[in-house]
């Protein structure tokens, strides 16, 4: 299966107007109030890169994957359908909502929702932050990286790798009580483009749906600039500002309305998978990105 890039994540929310503020006023992204009560967050020339839908319950709804034309797209249906998963052809309003020309819903082994599409409609109006961030890292890469809970991870694991054609960019072990405590695995995953991961996926129950999200931003400055907004806006932060090992990526993290976090960050590896290896590292960090900080401040 042709998966080029996550291309969205649509969050589920009892008041989106909370996503359009934080959405503005944190990360950079232009809010537009949608028919239906939603709210679509652009990043860019598409509709959005974060949907928003009214809903009961403040959390993480789904995953948009993008292929790259009609014919991909019907592939990757009758791979789904040979591999005993079961899936939804949206219609051609729903498709529209997410400004796509084709759209499928399924779920993967571990519960989660995913949206494969195929194709997008745009006017290609210049993007324009009302925080005055210039652009984000997304095009051919996509929006980002989402990380997902997989409690039966083994099972997910091979969902993504041997059905959707995720391949391994590296792995890390958890351990919550420290060394000789429970191990849980982390996985971080590829597709058809040069960021380093798009999705990963933790071993253990995730109530909101998702442990983080992420967009990354042109320059330092325009993090720095976002940690700015994310202290003067009162914004809850998770973590503080540190360099993962893995992508090389510098950024901080802080809570969003749905329930999960955003990792706001700067300068991400670009891969050549042709001479990658698969590694395992034992450190989240090179420096900084202290974690406890989301459960100081949620006390």
């Known amino acids: 299966m042709d998966i ?8 589920e929310s009892t008041a989106p107007h909370d996503w359009s503020a934080f959405g503005e006023q944190v990360i950079g992204l232009a809010a537009t109030a949608l ?29 948009g994957w993008e292929l790259a034309n009609e014919a991909a797209f019907e592939q990757a249906l009758t791979q789904l359908a040979a591999a005993g998963t079961a899936f939804t052809r949206a219609s051609r309003e729903e498709a529209a909502r997410r400004g796509v ?5 399924f779920q993967d082994p571990a519960g989660n929702r995913h949206e494969l599409t195929w194709g ?11 925080a005055g961030v210039p652009r984000f890292v997304t095009g051919a890469m996509g929006m980002g ?5 997989a409690p039966n991870f083994d099972e997910t694991c091979a969902f993504f790798t041997n059905v959707l054609g995720f391949g391994l960019a ?12 429970p191990e849980m695995r982390i996985h971080f995953m590829h597709v058809g483009n040069a960021r380093h991961h798009s999705l990963a ?67 991400g590896r670009q891969m050549d998978w042709s001479t990658h290896t698969v590694f395992e590292s ?12 989301g459960f100081k401040n949620a006390t």
């Open 120 to 130: 997008y409609c745009s006017d290609f109006n210049r993007f324009q932050s009302p």
């Open 282 to 293: 034992t450190s989240v960090s090179l420096w900084g990105h202290d974690f406890s900080l």
């Open 170 to 181: 590296d792995l890390m072990i958890h351990r919550p009580g420290g060394p000789g405590g």
């Open 145 to 149: 990286h989402t990380v997902l809970p």
């Open 101 to 105: 020309l084709g759209l499928a819903r």
């Open 35 to 63: 028919p239906h009560g939603g709210v679509a967050l652009k990043a860019d020339e598409r509709l959005g890169r974060i949907f928003v839908e009214p809903g009961p319950q403040d959390r993480y709804h789904a995953s």
């Open 4 to 11: 080029r890039a996550l291309s969205y994540i649509v969050a």
């Open 201 to 267: 996926l933790f071993e253990g129950e995730v109530p909101s749906g998702c442990v983080h999200i992420m967009f990354e931003y042109e320059s330092m400055d325009e993090l720095g600039r976002a940690l700015d907004r994310a202290i003067a806006t009162k914004a809850r932060l998770t973590a503080t500002l540190g360099r993962h090992v893995n992508d090389g990526v510098t950024s901080f993290y802080c809570a969003t309305p749905g329930g999960f976090s955003i990792e706001l960050g700067w300068g």
